[in-house]
């Protein structure tokens, strides 16, 4: 079979046949039994990040056995899809320098994990800036007098970014290369879509195109079209996404259109764009996701959002204890009622976008399964509680797949 026809089923293998072929709608009907991945069949599959709780089974120091057990279930019940949150990050599947200095476990129990219960997986993330080891970027090449003092920790790091002598252009590129061929190829025909590069745009004015990562400063601006060239030679079948943040912003969005067209003139296998669609009371709005949607579906390429989430309220918890004392400083003033009408109402908009532009969009994951695993716990971002009970958004959000046929054949 070509390339040209595997890469279009494999499309599709993340869009049902109707939503691709453009036929007929009609209605469909939802109870309160309705799941996400029912309520969106025929238009896209909805998946969720899972931690290694998840994938293991193994309670941690912040989840018991039993809150690990009903998250699983939630998971195999609500989505069709999972990505993992960390274990297949450059830090967690490759803490250690060289072709000895694999931890694969966490990485397998996921990929197992997906294949026992039937969920498509997703790869996240082969090259970017965060939970990269220092190993990779080190060498005998003295940093440049600009770079950052150890200690000081830049925007969008979780640490101070390596400042010691660094390896050269060559030993970068290698190191990428030899760690993205082993991990695509060992997941090869299990995991469908890769995470290839992740978040390379600058986030500040339009001067900038690509954040001053060490891998832009080291290797320079073709370190992306590398690493999607090293994907591609691993698993021609993958599906090569990029991926980043704050695409809902006109600046940043635009750069995305400049990289990408110009990869895609490189001739580079790219293959679908991820927007992350990490969202709050201002950026979760249709408007906001309408007209971001719109720019990107210029570039013709499917779009997936890849790890939705939405902060709609200042803080909050859903403490239904009489403790209002602490609802209050919890949602700084509001109520768990009125944290939630504000969830309710951005899910709403931010859906009925979604399903205006269902032609374009493949896949939509939220970036945990419920709101006690998020990253953004405090926000109460997602549609399950710490309980993983649904949250009146999610009702809404079923009620908006609903409204909005699905295609037949
Ligand atoms: O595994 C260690 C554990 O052993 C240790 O005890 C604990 C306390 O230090 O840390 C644990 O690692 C944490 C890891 O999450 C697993 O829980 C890291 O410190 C922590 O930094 C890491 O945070 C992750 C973050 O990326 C790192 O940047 C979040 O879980 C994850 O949700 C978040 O996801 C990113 C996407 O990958 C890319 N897009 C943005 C998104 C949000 O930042």
New binding site residues.
């Given amino acids: 079979m070509n390339r040209l026809t595997t890469i279009t089923l494999a499309v599709l293998l993340l869009a049902p046949l109707a939503a691709i072929s453009g036929a007929a709608e009609s209605p469909r009907s939802a109870d309160e039994s309705t799941t996400l991945k029912e309520a969106f069949q025929g238009h896209f599959l909805v998946g969720a ?1 899972i ?2 709780t998840h994938a293991t089974g193994q309670s941690d ?1 912040r989840r018991t056995a039993q809150q690990v057990e009903q998250e699983i279930a939630l998971i195999k019940s609500q989505f069709n899809q999972i990505t993992a ?2 274990d297949m ?1 450059w830090v ?1 599947i490759h803490p250690r320098e060289g072709v000895d200095g694999y931890e694969f476990a966490p990485a397998d129990a996921f990929v197992a994990f997906g294949e026992k219960h039937g969920l498509q997986l997703v790869g ?2 082969l090259v ?1 800036h ?2 990269t080891p220092d190993w990779v970027f080190a060498g005998t090449n003295p940093p440049p007098a600009s770079a950052n003092p150890s200690g000081k920790k830049e925007p969008g790091y ?1 640490r101070p970014v390596y400042a010691g002598p660094r390896a050269s252009r060559a030993e970068l590129l290698e190191r990428m290369r030899e760690h993205i061929h082993t991990v695509v190829a060992r997941y090869k025909g299990k995991v469908k879509v890769w995470d290839v590069v ?2 390379a745009l600058d986030n500040g004015g339009p001067e900038n195109l690509l954040r001053n990562s060490l891998w832009l400063q080291i290797i320079g601006p073709d370190y992306i079209a590398k690493a999607f060239q090293y994907a591609h030679e691993a698993d021609p079948d993958a599906i090569l996404r990029y ?1 980043d ?1 704050r695409l809902e912003d006109p600046v940043k969005v635009q750069k995305l259109v400049t990289l990408i067209k110009s990869l895609r003139e490189q001739k580079v296998p790219i293959h679908a764009i991820g927007t ?1 669609a ?1 969202l709050n009371a201002t950026t979760g709005t249709f408007e906001q996701i309408d007209r971001s949607l719109t720019e990107i579906a210029k570039l013709g390429l499917p779009i997936h959002i890849t ?1 939705l989430d939405l902060k709609a309220a200042q803080g909050g918890r859903r403490s239904t204890g009489a403790e209002v004392a602490a609802n209050a400083a919890a949602t700084q003033g509001g109520l768990v009622a009125d944290a939630d009408e504000r969830l309710t109402r951005a899910y709403e908009g931010v859906f009925r976008a979604i399903m205006k532009h269902r032609n374009s969009v493949k896949l939509v994951t939220f ?2 399964a419920n709101d006690a695993v ?2 953004r716990r405090p926000g109460n971002p997602l549609l399950f509680d710490g309980n993983s009970q649904p949250k009146p958004a999610f009702k809404a959000v079923i009620r908006v797949a609903t409204e909005t046929p699905a295609k037949i054949n």
Avoid: C, D, L, P
């Fill in positions: 990040a931690n290694r120091s949150e960390n990050k967690n996240h993330t970017w965060n939970q979780m992740n978040e991926n943040y992350q990490h790890e970036w945990g998020s990253w």
